[in-house]
């Protein structure tokens, strides 16, 4: 055995604790509400002694280029080749994968100048094998499931995370249980769950309120927590940020934009980032900003009303359903990732997001609305003046645009908007055009558009 051979297996088995993110305790029992047993708080995957580990950043950095090319269905994962720097599962070999991760990095020459920055990215996990981010933190959570004996898995979910609890569970042979609120998710991610054979139920709620009886479901039958106030599933996500270091050289970009809903995401991202300059990977951070929907802004509010210190629950309302959130768990997570990156929160409006989810799919690149909020914040960053236009930035886009059709359909037929808003977004509007059978209504259709676009 090699020397780097045998660092490596030694890297495989890292010891990972569970560790309050306010008082500090190390918890051997998560409990079935992952929470801390002595003050109640939220928990985080922590890594103790891992400046022992043996192996270097650039060590690592060619071991995981080297496994793209392995045919194991661990390396062909976006997140499991990343797995020196996960929990340890007792075989790797054992993974539930779908081989999620692995998403692309898309220039958006169209929305550049449009935000107002020379050069403009977007990481696209809605690229994932169920079309959003979700899965990048499901295989390891489902993963933990299976490997401790459960069942059954459960979530609460405005769509995205229980189309993808459904099918890792599906896929890792555990039944699944969904609470959705009843009238408030997108049919399209609905139906993903009911394909994978979740048992399904739409409760006379909203997201928060799903989540409140999921927590005391699981206390009283043995049904595996897989929301994101599961650590493993923010250890999984984290692994976007790596996999984005890897597509740029290591090269880290000056500015990182999110949605924000449950806010577990911008978490996972942030911690990534933390532990990759803490590990000599990158030298410098990139600020992390959130972006909110004015009817669901508790974060918003939080940092600008109440210094980071304190959530207010809002009553949440916006079309961009997945994060339709009022009550957000990892608040305190994210208001740590935004103070250790200098990044920024705010909000925008319905119709802000409807335009700018337009412009990105004008760039041939489609994305669900809430995924959308980043490019519309940028804007107003820019204006702000706390992105400047030659920086480098990246929009984090969590969802597919299939994820929501009917939001799209009726955007571009006119049935979203009235008065103002109407006027606002008919700029991007692309309805279908009714003509009669004939080559010379298309021709005289196409002299019309090539006349209107000279004019752009």
């Known amino acids: 055995m090699t020397d780097q051979t045998a660092s490596v297996s030694k890297l495989e088995q890292n010891v990972s604790r569970l560790r309050c993110i306010s008082c500090g305790a190390v918890c051997e029992s998560a409990g079935p509400n992952f929470r801390c047993s002595g003050c109640g708080d939220l928990l985080e995957v922590s890594y103790p002694g891992r400046e022992s580990w043996g192996l270097s950043a650039a060590g690592l950095k060619t071991l995981w280029r080297q496994r793209r090319t392995s045919r194991l269905a661990v390396d062909e994962s976006g997140v499991w080749r990343f797995r020196e720097l996960l929990p340890s599962l007792r075989d790797w070999h054992e993974v539930i994968t779908l081989r999620e991760g692995n998403t692309p990095v898309y220039e958006l020459p169209g929305c550049a100048p449009i935000a107002g920055v020379e050069r403009l990215y977007a990481k696209h996990q809605g690229m994932n094998p169920t079309g959003s981010f979700k899965d990048t933190g499901m295989t390891v959570a489902a993963s933990f499931a299976r490997e401790a004996g459960f069942r059954w898995v459960g979530c609460a979910s405005t769509g995205n995370t229980s189309a993808s609890m459904a099918a890792y569970g599906a896929r890792g042979g555990m039944r699944s249980l969904v609470l959705i609120p009843e009238g408030k998710i997108s049919w399209g991610k609905l139906s993903q769950a009911l394909d ?12 928060d309120g799903c989540l409140r009886v999921l927590n005391q479901v699981v206390q009283r039958m043995p049904v595996y927590l897989l929301n994101s106030v599961n650590p493993y599933r923010l250890e999984g996500q984290k692994t976007a940020a790596i996999e984005l270091l890897e597509q740029f050289d290591w090269q880290v970009p000056n500015h990182v934009i999110v949605p924000g809903g449950n806010l577990g995401n911008s978490s996972a991202l942030g911690k990534a980032f933390l532990e990759m300059k803490e590990l000599g990977f990158i030298a410098s951070l990139p600020k992390i900003s959130i972006i909110q929907a004015q009817g669901a802004n508790p974060l918003v509010r939080c940092v600008r009303e109440h210094g980071g210190k304190e959530l207010v629950p809002v009553q949440a309302e916006t079309m961009a359903t997945a994060i339709r959130i009022g009550n957000p ?16 929160v705010e909000q925008v409006t319905e119709v802000e997001i409807a335009l700018a989810k337009a412009e990105i799919g004008a760039d041939g690149v489609g994305c669900e609305p809430a995924s959308a909020v980043t490019l519309a914040g940028l804007k107003k960053l820019v204006k702000q003046g706390f992105v400047k236009p030659a920086e480098s930035i990246v929009l984090i886009l969590t969802g597919h645009l299939l994820k929501d059709p009917e939001f799209t359909l009726k955007f571009h037929r006119g049935d979203l908007f009235a008065g103002t808003e109407a006027s606002l977004a008919a700029q991007r509007q692309r309805a279908p055009i ?17 006349k209107a676009g000279s004019k752009t």
Not at 196 to 207: E, I
Not at 329 to 344: E, M, N
Not at 434 to 450: G, I, P
């Open 196 to 207: 994978y054979g979740a048992v399904t139920c739409q409760l006379r709620t909203d997201f």
């Open 434 to 450: 009714v003509l009669d059978a004939s080559v010379d209504a298309v021709l005289a259709t196409l002299e019309m558009a090539d």
């Open 329 to 344: 768990a990892s608040w305190k997570k994210a208001v740590r990732v935004l103070q250790a990156t200098d990044g920024t």
